[in-house]
């Protein structure tokens, strides 16, 4: 099954100053939803809690990409892109 995956208004900002590709993001998404599949994926993720439930957190380096899984419907919404210190503000 293929995933629809969304990206928020200020997810798709954030990407566009900092010059980073759309593509780049869809591959960690595809990494995440195979290391989900039970395969043996090195991928940085976490379930979030408290004013972020329902989301997981990606970590790559210092980016962190926040987003929600909607397992039944096969989407994936990414609420928000943002360096380490600012993405959770």
């Keep these: 099954m293929s995933w629809r995956i969304d990206f928020s208004a200020a997810s798709l900002k954030f990407l566009k100053q900092n010059n980073i590709k759309e593509n780049f993001v869809i591959d960690k998404i595809k990494l995440v939803l195979r290391k989900f599949k039970g395969e043996n994926i090195n991928i940085n993720i976490k379930k ?24 039944e419907r096969n ?4 609420e928000e892109i943002d360096w380490r210190g600012n993405v959770y503000k």
């Design 48 to 71: 979030l809690s408290g004013e972020w439930e329902g989301f997981y957190r990606i970590r790559f380096g210092r980016l962190r990409i926040i987003i929600e899984f909607q397992f």
């Design 75 to 78: 989407r994936a919404y990414i």
